[in-house]
Structures are given as C-alpha cells and as structure tokens.
C-alpha cells in the first residue's frame, strides 16, 4: 500500500528487549487464572544453603506476592541444625532418614528453626519490599501434634521429640496470607501439654497446603524431577504424572529411594483437594516463576487425573 512504512529491523540490545517483554505477554494468562489463589512452597535443598539461588528464590516468591498470588512457605533447615550441633559436639543419627531428637535436640532444633533460619528467610524477603511474618506450629498452636510411634509401615518407633501432625489450624496463616504478608513457617509442632516437636518440612508443607485448600504445592528439590533413563542414556524429565503412573513407576524402580515418600507425600495432598503439586529443581535460578508462567513449566506436576490438553514432551 502506498505510503505505508516498513517495520524496522531489530536487533541488538532492541531485540533482547522485545524478547523479554513477550516472556511477560506469555505469562499474563496464567497471572489472570492465578490471582487470589494460594501456593504452598516448601523451601529446602540446596536453594536454601546458596547465597545466589536463595536470592531467586526470594524474588520469585516476593512477585509472586505482588501480582496477587498469596505464597505461603514452609522451610526446613537440616544443615542449620547439623551446623549448630556440631558446634556444640552433639553427635547427629538418623532413624529412617529422620533425625533422633532428644529433649537437648529438640532445644537446639527449636532455637535454629524459629531463631535462625526462620528469621534469615523473614529478612531476605523484607529486604526486597514484601512483607514477611515469621512464625512457627507453636504460634497460635498452629501446628497441633502428637509424638510419632510408627513408621511408614506401621512398625513401632522411637525417636524422641519428632512430631505428628494432628491438625493444621489455619485461621492465622490466611489471616496474613489473604492480607499483604507472606507466612514464612518453621516446621516445629506443640502437643497437648505444650511439648514442643521436630517434624519433617515436606510434612508439614503437604498437611498446609490440604488445609489451606492451596492450588498448588511446590517443593524445591537437588533434582530436575522424576527422571526417566532414554535409549541414549539422556535423562527425560516426565512432566506430569497421576496415581496409576505413580504406582506403575514404583513398581518399575524409576521412582525410588528418597523420591517415593516425596512423590507420594504430593500425590496424597492432590487426592485431598489440592490442584496441582509440583516437584521443581530449586537449583535452577527462578524455577518458580519458570514453572508458574511458562507454557510447559518445568519439573515433574502430580495431578489426580490427567486431561487432554496436558502437553507432554516426547
């Protein structure tokens, strides 16, 4: 048409520029779905331990808080006992990759969950401008809890102040999540006689994340997700998977070790009522945002029943 104008070329610094403007333009249909809805994230791994990768993931969490979404974190903090520990020459043992925790334990567990590592987590995300509140199962008896006696099979157990969760009281987490702050809680439950008790992160995030009635559950891990062996000896992420795969993947040994009481722990909180979980490699810089915004995320997504438009990578 005459007098119509060519668009111009670009290139160079022009062109990452418009790159990274349609990386926001992908993500403005999931920041619509996703406003006003609740994430669960369980904050471990070696995203807690460097400096660099805690700093992604604090920024994550912080815009997903201003864009409407309301995250909730859960945190664990082995190493920062184990840290305090062996300053004190406590030696360390583990009952079924759970950690002995007698009265003395429980102290030093206490006093660097909700004393420490709590607080750093707080701090970070309030140096970036959102609004932080740090708070433990004992505030508000949030975390109501009983001593654990069995094992994942039943067998009897005993391993000192280590916890079960009884009841998940959630008025004081939506009181400040539904407002302008993000709840940053430590995994310590209280009993029925005030007694404090030590209990597994991923635990405690999965029982929230159900009575919360979150949308998402998201656990930061030290692996891309459940990993499949190919013919050439690459290693495929499986992107989503139900209960039928699950049972099947544990059966064929691909899901094993460490992995199972994580891959069930997610498929149980989805069969009570929440969406989606998710388990993502917290060592790649904003893997939150990377699984939250993008079309085909990242890690593996547990759901209760698979739907057709679910795209799978081959």
């Known amino acids: 048409m005459a007098g119509q104008k060519e668009n111009p070329v670009i290139t160079g610094d022009m062109k990452n520029n418009v790159d990274r403007a349609s990386i926001l333009i992908e993500s403005l249909p999931y920041i619509r779905k996703m ?18 990768l805690k700093q992604s993931v604090m920024d994550d969490i912080t815009l997903l808080k201003y864009i409407g979404i309301n995250p909730v974190i859960v945190h664990g903090g082995g190493p920062d006992i184990n840290d305090m520990l062996n300053k004190v020459n406590k030696e360390s043992h583990f009952v079924n990759g759970l950690r002995y925790t007698d009265d003395e334990t429980m102290g030093y567990a206490q006093m660097v969950l909700i004393g420490k590592t709590n607080k750093d987590i ?7 401008g959102a609004k932080a509140i740090g708070i433990s199962g004992i505030d508000g008896n949030l975390i109501e809890a009983e001593k654990l006696t069995e094992d994942a099979d039943g067998n009897p157990i005993d391993i000192g102040y280590v916890g079960k969760i009884k009841k998940i009281n959630t008025k004081v987490i939506s009181m400040l999540a539904n407002d302008e702050y993000i709840p940053v809680i430590a995994p310590i439950g209280v009993g029925k006689n005030g007694e404090s008790y030590n209990i597994n992160a991923d635990t405690v995030a999965a029982e929230v994340a159900v009575a919360l009635g979150a949308s998402k559950l998201i656990t930061l891990t030290d692996v891309g997700g459940v990993l499949r062996k190919l013919e050439d000896g690459s290693d495929y992420i499986i992107p989503v998977l ?50 939250t915004f993008t079309k085909n995320g990242i890690g593996t997504m547990i759901v209760k029943e698979k739907k057709e438009h679910y795209e799978y990578r081959k």
């Open 35 to 52: 406003r006003g809805q609740t994430f669960v994230i369980k904050y471990g791994g070696n995203a807690m331990i460097n400096e660099d």
């Open 242 to 291: 139900d209960e039928k795969d699950i049972k099947d993947l544990v059966e064929e040994g691909i899901i094993k070790g460490g992995m199972i009481p994580k891959i069930e722990g997610c498929l149980d909180t989805v069969l009570r009522g929440v969406d989606r979980a998710h388990i993502i490699d917290g060592r790649i810089p904003h893997s939150i945002i990377l699984e």
């Open 122 to 128: 707080v701090s970070v995300l309030c140096g970036k």
